[in-house]
């Protein structure tokens, strides 16, 4: 089967675009595995398919797969690259474009700048929406903001713990750049407070306005950036006390801008979204 594809980045967090509006996705996990696979397909850190919406709510839907071929429920960095790839497809001209996902309806919308503002909804910290069993995990309180103790990596990792449409620890450290971030984000795939596994981010705050991350994502390892972990970083940074309501937080592959005004309020997301290149695979 020929596959016709769009490859994308959003801060170098990148992305394989397929268009399914006419026709139905049908490739196995271990096609998708072998589509984003930087060796032997065209590689991406995630494939996202464009899909006709399930409810008259939404413009579009569309569906996020991970390297490792399984399907999660957000991506902000994807989000933002939706936008521009669905407007490139002459799908559609708005600028602001309501996007059903596995966690309900996003709304990004392209800037005059060129970068894409998402609205991701507000955060949840119920445990339950995080997929995290509490029993027995100790927990203690900064300013806002309930901090978890989990192990991972040899050693105790004190973690903010909080939904963005997926599952997300934040730890603050002192060096995000220079943290040793593979050990402990791989640990915490195993640890059997996370149902669903996690997304684990390392958080260096800089000052109130600015900060840098890195994060390690479940089912793909580090990425050059992660959207929805920008913003789980942030609001948690924002709960600790440490930031003001808007962030910028520098991550390896670009800057990405975060804005939140507290609890049961929307998480804003801005940042760039560019198309690469354009072709055709064999599957």
């Not at 996003?106 to 029993?135: K, L, N, Q, W, Y």
Request: glycine share 12%; net charge negative; aromatic share 8%.
């Amino acid at each position: 089967m020929e596959l016709r594809f769009t490859k994308m980045q959003g801060a170098g967090n990148d992305f394989v675009m397929i268009n399914a509006w006419n026709a139905p996705f049908e490739l196995t996990r271990d096609e998708i595995r072998r589509l984003c696979d930087r060796r032997f397909g065209v590689g991406c850190d995630q494939l996202l398919v464009v899909e006709r919406p399930q409810t008259d709510k939404a413009d579009f839907k569309y569906r996020i797969f991970n390297q490792d071929g399984g399907e999660v429920e957000m991506c902000g960095n994807g989000a933002r690259c939706f936008a521009v790839f669905v407007r490139d497809e002459g799908l559609t001209d708005k600028r602001r474009i309501l996007c059903e996902t596995m966690r309900g309806i996003i709304a990004p919308e392209v800037c005059d700048d060129g970068r894409v503002t998402v609205d991701m909804g507000a955060p949840s910290f119920a445990p339950a929406d995080c997929g995290f069993v509490t029993d027995g995990i100790s927990h203690l309180t900064r300013a806002a903001d309930t901090l978890w103790q989990i192990r991972a990596g040899g050693e105790d990792n004190w973690v903010s713990v909080l939904s963005m449409g997926n599952p997300h620890a934040v730890k603050i450290v002192g060096d995000a750049m220079g943290a040793e971030i593979e050990a402990v984000g791989a640990d915490f795939q195993k640890h059997p407070a996370f149902v669903n596994r996690v997304n684990v981010g390392f958080l260096e705050p800089v000052d109130r306005t600015h900060a840098r991350l890195r994060v390690y994502e479940r089912g793909v390892g580090e990425t050059l950036a992660c959207g929805t972990g920008a913003c789980a970083a942030a609001v948690a940074g924002m709960r600790r006390g440490v930031f003001d309501e808007t962030v910028d937080i520098q991550m390896k592959g670009g800057l990405l801008t975060i804005a939140w005004q507290g609890e049961d309020k929307s998480v804003f997301l801005t940042g760039p979204a560019e198309i690469v290149f354009k072709g055709v695979i064999s599957v």
